[in-house]
C-alpha cells in the first residue's frame, strides 16, 4: 500500500466519523430545543450528557475501548438500568391498587366527586351564553316553567347575550364545567351544556384534612397515603406514598409466606437449573449431530427445528397444555393409546411436564447458539487431538466442550438467570399448578419464586405493585449472587483460552 | 371471563429464551377480562384511522376506548354523532381487558380517552383508583332494567350508562335432549343415558379448567342456597361475609363430589373442549352465555336457550355481567363526554342500533320489549331474571382463584369436598383482611 | 453400509427423532388453523374438519400491516443490534481497559432483573418521551425499535466476544502494520470472520422481536400500527370468544419469515471462513 493511499484512507475515514458524529449534535440541537420547549429538563439532561458523552469519546485519543461500547451503553442505560432503577425505586413504595395517584391529584379528584346532587332535586333545562364582555352565564329553566339567568329571574336571552352552540362550547369545555350559580340548597352545574342540577359538595378541605359537611366525619390525610376517620374508615383513591423499608418488613416477616417460600425456592432453582443442563445438551447433541459436512437434508433438519422457536410461545404452551390433557390430550389418548397417565395433575408429574414443555421451547435456541459457536473450534485442534489418539468422546470432552463454554459460559449462566424468573411458561403451561389446598397462601406445586411472588402481590383484593417490586428486588439479588458465582467460573475458562 | 387465569396471563406471552428484550410479562390480574366476550365474526371490521394516534388523540374532541369486537360499532355511531355536533371524534381499539387496566395507569399519564366501554364488576377497581367520574343519568334511570342501573351503582353513585346484559344460560341440543330438563338431576341422568348410547361424549359441556371456573358453575352453587358475599343494608355486596363455605356451599361442594364419582362432571373439560363438544353435537347441553351463540347457530345446532334447572332446589342464579359506557375522570372532554353518553347513546334509537349491530341482551327496557320475540334473547332474560349482579367490590379478586382451585380439588377427587372448600375459604378471608 | 450408519445413519436418526418432537405441536397448530370451529385443544382426531376459511379470514383484519409492520421492526432491530452487539464485543475482546470484567459482569447482571413489572416503567418514559419528542415516544414503531435496543448488548455480547477471541489477533497485526486502524480491522476482518457468530445473532434478535408482546402492546395501539404478536392476540383476548382458527393461521404465516430467514443466513453460519482463516 501506497503512503498517499494509505493516508487518503485515513483521510476518508476521518470524514466519515465526522459526518456521523456531527449528525449526531445536529439530532442532538433538535432535541435540545425540543424538549427545552416543552420544559421537559429530565430528558434534556439526558440528550445533554449523552451527546457530550459522544463528543469526548470519539475526538479523545485516549479512548478507543470506549468508542465501540458507547452506542450499545446508552440505550441500555435508557431502556434497562433505568427500569431496573425505577422497579427497585418502587419497592420503597406503596404504589399499586388504590395508591396510583400523586397526593394533590388524588385529593382533586375525592373533592370533584363530593360534589353530589342534592337527593330529590329536579333537571333543569340550561343553556350556555356568552355576554357582551364574552363571560359564560347559566340560563336556566326549572321544573316550574320559570326562567332564571345566574340565578336571577329573566325571561329570555338578554339582547347583548348570545346562547353558544355546541361547537363553541367545546372550545370552551372547562369554563362551562366550572360554571356553578348558587341557589338556596346548594349550586346548579351542568356536565353536558344542556341539562343542569343542584349539587353540592358532601366534603369540605382545609389544613390537610377532609370534613364530611353532614356527618361531622373528620378525614385525616395520613402515613398509609389515605385520607382517614378516626375509625379507619378510608375515602378512595389514595395516593402513592413513600413508605420505607415496609415492603421488604413484610417479605421477611410474614410468617404465611416464609415457609412456603422457602420450599418454592429449592424447586424455583431446581427448575433453572434443570432447564438449563437438558436445553443444552440437547440443543448442543443436535448441533454436533447436524455439523457434518456430506450429511444430506442438513439445511432442512436446521430449518425445521427452529420452528419451535419461531411459533409464538404462549401459542405452543397452551398446545403443549391440551396435549397432556389427563382425560382428553393427544399423548395420553393418541399417542400412549388410552393411557390414563396425570401429566398435569399429579404434582411430582407436573413438574417433569413443565421441564419437558421448557425442554421443547429452549432447545432451538442452545441449538442455534451451538452451532454458531462450532464454527469457533479450530479443525486443527481436532486434528491434533485425533492424531493423538483420542476417541470420539475424550475428543469432545477434552476439547470441543470446554473450547464451546468459553463463548456459551456467560450464555448458561443468563439462561439459568431467565428460567429461574420464567413467570411465561410456569402461567402457561400449569399456572403454578396443580393446587396445594394445605398452604397456607395460594401456591401450586409448580409455582417459581417470581409466579408465587406474583400470587401473593396481585392475588389478593387490590394489586400492591410496591410490594412485588420489593420482592422482585430481593429474588434479583438472589440470583445475582447465584450468577455472579458461576461467572467466576467463566473467568477462569477464559484465562485457559487464552 | 372467568378463566380469571388465562385470560389475564395471554398478556404475558414473551420468547421463551429470548436473546432481546428478557423475559417480559404482566402482572397477573385475577379478574382482567371481563364480563363479555363479544359475539365473534365481527372482528373482521376493522377502525379506519383516519390519522396517526398521536395527532388524532391530541386533536380529536372525543377520544373513546373500546375492545375489537365493538370499536367498529362504535365507530358507526360516533361517526353520525361528529357529524351531527361538528365535532371530531377518534374511537382506540384495545384488548377488552387492557381498557380497565389501561385507563388506571394512562389515565393519569394523560394518554387516557375520555369515554370507555367496559363492564360493571370492574367499578371496584376504577373507583378505588380514581379513574371513572360519577354519571348523573337524572330521568334516564327508569328507562333501565333495575338490575343494569344496581350493577353500575358505586357507594351510592351511578358510574355507567348500561347498554346489554348478559349472564349464562342453559344451552340445550333439541336433537340430542328433545325435553326442557325439570331438575339438574334430570339432566344429568338424560346426559348420562345419551353417554352411555355413545350419541354424547359429555352429558354436559361445562369446562373446569386449570384454575377451575367459578362464575359457570355458580348457578349451580346458588340452587344450593350459597353466594359469594351477603348483601349490605344499602345492597351493596359485604366484603366481611363470605358465603361460599355457608351450609349451601358446603352442600354444593359434597354434590361435585358426587358427579365426580357418577362422571357427569371432569375437571379435565376446558372450555375448548366444552364448546367443541356441545357445537358437534357431542353434548346434548352446555352452560354457556350469549358469545357462544353465534358459534352454536353456525356449527348447525338446533338450539334452545332457556333457565338453568335447579340442583339444590333453590333457583340457579347465575352472575349477571353489565356492559355500559363509562367517563374517564381524567377526561380532557368531558363535556363532549357527558353529551355523548347522556344525550345520544342513551336515547333508545341509539340503543337499539346498538342491539342490532352486536345482538347483545339490551339493557334498555324499551328495547329489550321490542326484541323479547327472539326466543334466544328471551331465554337469556329468563335465566338472568332471577340472576345476581357479578360483584364489582375489589375483593372479588381475592375470591376467583381460591374458589376455582377448591372447586377443581374436589373434581380431581384430592380430599373430603368438605375440607377443600373450607380451606380455601379460609385462604381468601385471609386475602381480604390484609 | 455399516460405515455409512457410522458417519451419517446415526445422524439422521437422531435429526430424525428430534423433528418428531419439535414438530408435533405445530402439527396441532396446522391442525387447529384448518378447523373451521376455532377450537385450539379440544379434539384428538387431527384434520378432522379441514378447510381454508380461516386463513380466507385474515384477509378481513388489518393482517397484512401486521406482517409488514413486523417484518421491518424486526429486520431494523436485528440489523441495530448486531452492529451495537458486535461493537461492543470488539471492545470487551480486543481491549484491555480498566472496568473491563466488572463490565462484564454488570451486562450479565441487568439482564436478571425480573423483567415482570418493566412495562410500567416504560410506559411512563415513553409517554414522557412523547410529551418532548413525539417522532419516537409512545405510540411510534420507532421508538418501539429504540426500547428493543435497550437489550441488543445484553448477552449477545458474550456469544460474540468469545467467538471474536478466537480470530487471531495476529490477523489484526498484520492489518495494523499494513496501517489500517482500529476501524478498519474492525470493519473489514472482525466483522467477515465473525459472520457465523453475528447471522445467529441477526436470527435470535429477529424472531425475539417477530414474537414480542409485552412493550409493543403498549406502545402501539393503533390497529395498522400493531405487530403480528399483538394484533393476533386481540384475536384470542377475549378467551370465551376467542378463534383459535384466525390466531393459528396467523401465527404459522407470521412464523414463515423467521424459517426463510434461517434458511438464509444458514451458509454464513456455517461458511467455515474463520477455519480458512486460520490455515491461510
Known sequence: ?498 | MRRPALALGLVLLAAACGSQAPEQAQPPSPSASATSPAAKGEATTIVEPTDGPIKRAAAADLVIWADDTRSPIIQKIAEKFAADKGVKVAVQQLEFGDIRDNLVTQGPAGEGPDVVIGAHDWLGKLVTNGAVAPLELGDKLGQFKEVAIKAFSYDGQVYGLPYAIENIALFRNTELAPETPKSFDELMKVGLDLVKQKKATLPLALQVGPEGDPYHFFPIASSFGSGVFDVKADGGYDPAKLLIDNEGGLAFAKALDGWRKSKALSADVTYDIAKEAFNSGKAPFQLTGPWNTDDAVKAGIKLAVEPIPSAGGKPAAPFVGVQGFMISANAKNKLVANEFVLNYLGTPEVSKELYDSGKRPPAMTSVYEQVKSDPIIAGFAAAGDIGQPLPSIPAMDAVWTEYGHAERDILLGKGDPVKLMKQAATKIRDKIGD | MTRWFRVYGWRHLVGLLALVFALLPIVFVISASLNPRGTLTASVTLFADASLDNYRDLAGIPYGFWFGNTLWIAAATAVATVLLAASGAYAFSRFRFKGRRLGLLGLLLVQMFPQVLAAVAIFLLMAQIKGALPGIGLGTQFGLVLVYLGGAMGVNIFLIKGFFDSIPTELDDAAKVDGASHTRVFFTIILRLGAPVLAVIALLSFIATVNEFMIASIMLQDPQRKTLAVGLYGLISERLSANWGVFSAGALLGAVPSVLLFRFLQRYIVSGLLRGSVKG
Not at chain 1, 137 to 159: E, Y
Not at chain 1, 207 to 220: E, P, Q, S
Not at chain 1, 242 to 253: E, I, K, P, Q, W
Request: hydrophobic share 45%; proline share 5%.
Open chain 1, 1 to 498: 500500500m501506497t503512503d498517499l493511499a494509505r493516508s487518503g484512507q485515513r483521510l476518508g475515514s476521518l470524514a466519515g466519523k465526522l459526518l456521523l458524529v456531527g449528525l449526531v449534535n445536529a439530532l442532538a440541537v433538535y432535541g435540545l430545543v425540543a424538549t427545552y420547549a416543552v420544559r421537559d429538563w429530565g430528558i434534556f439532561a439526558v440528550i445533554l450528557v449523552a451527546t457530550a458523552a459522544v463528543d469526548y469519546v470519539y475526538f479523545s485519543r485516549r479512548t478507543l475501548a470506549s468508542r465501540y461500547l458507547l452506542p450499545g451503553l446508552i440505550f441500555l442505560l435508557i431502556f434497562q438500568v433505568y427500569v431496573v432503577i425505577y422497579t427497585a425505586y418502587a419497592g420503597f413504595t406503596n404504589v399499586g391498587d388504590g395508591h396510583n395517584l400523586d397526593k394533590p391529584r388524588a385529593l382533586q379528584h375525592i373533592l370533584a366527586v363530593s360534589e353530589k346532587r342534592v337527593p330529590g332535586s329536579p333537571p333543569y333545562k340550561v343553556q350556555v351564553l356568552a355576554g357582551p364582555d364574552d363571560r359564560l352565564h347559566l340560563l336556566a329553566t326549572g321544573p316550574d316553567g320559570r326562567t332564571t339567568l345566574d340565578g336571577r329571574p329573566a325571561t329570555g336571552v338578554p339582547a347583548d347575550h348570545r346562547v353558544l352552540p355546541f361547537r363553541d362550547l367545546v372550545g370552551r369545555q372547562q369554563e362551562v364545567l366550572a360554571l356553578r350559580v348558587p341557589l338556596q340548597d346548594g349550586s346548579l352545574r351542568t356536565e353536558d351544556g344542556s341539562t343542569g342540577y343542584i349539587a353540592k359538595p358532601t366534603l369540605r378541605y382545609a389544613d390537610d384534612t377532609l370534613t364530611d359537611t353532614v356527618t361531622g366525619t373528620v378525614y385525616r390525610a395520613t402515613e398509609r397515603g389515605y385520607f382517614e376517620s378516626a375509625d379507619g374508615k378510608v375515602l378512595t383513591p389514595g395516593w402513592k406514598e413513600v413508605v420505607g423499608l415496609d415492603n421488604y418488613v413484610r417479605a421477611f416477616t410474614d410468617e404465611r409466606l416464609r415457609a412456603p417460600l422457602l420450599s418454592v425456592f429449592a424447586w424455583t432453582f431446581a427448575f433453572a437449573a434443570l432447564s438449563v443442563l437438558t436445553t443444552f445438551a440437547l440443543g448442543l447433541l443436535l448441533a454436533l449431530t447436524l455439523n457434518r459436512e456430506g450429511l444430506r437434508g442438513r439445511g432442512i433438519y436446521r430449518s425445521l427445528l427452529v420452528l419451535p422457536y419461531a411459533v409464538p410461545s404462549f401459542l405452543s404452551a397452551l398446545v403443549w397444555t391440551g396435549m397432556l390433557n389427563q382425560s382428553f390430550g393427544f399423548v395420553n389418548h393418541g399417542l400412549l393409546g388410552g393411557a390414563d397417565i396425570p401429566w398435569l395433575n399429579d404434582a411430582t408429574l407436573a413438574k417433569v411436564s413443565v421441564l419437558l414443555v421448557n425442554l421443547w421451547l429452549g432447545f432451538p435456541y442452545m441449538f442455534l447458539i451451538c452451532t454458531g459457536a462450532l464454527q469457533a473450534v479450530p479443525a486443527e485442534v481436532n486434528e491434533a487431538a485425533r492424531i493423538d489418539g483420542a476417541g470420539p468422546w475424550q475428543l469432545f470432552r477434552r476439547v470441543t466442550l470446554p473450547l464451546l463454554l468459553v463463548s456459551t459460559g456467560p450464555l448458561l449462566v443468563a439462561s439459568f438467570a431467565f428460567n429461574f424468573n420464567n413467570f411465561t411458561v410456569i402461567y402457561f403451561v400449569t399456572g403454578g399448578g396443580p393446587n396445594i389446598p394445605d398452604a397456607p397462601i395460594t401456591l401450586g406445586s409448580t409455582d417459581l419464586l417470581i409466579s408465587a411472588v406474583y400470587k401473593v402481590a396481585f392475588g389478593g383484593a387490590g394489586r400492591e405493585w410496591g410490594f412485588a417490586c420489593a420482592m422482585s428486588t430481593i429474588i434479583f439479588l438472589v440470583v445475582a449472587a447465584i450468577s455472579a458465582a458461576g461467572f467466576r467460573r467463566t473467568r477462569a475458562l477464559e484465562e485457559t483460552y487464552s
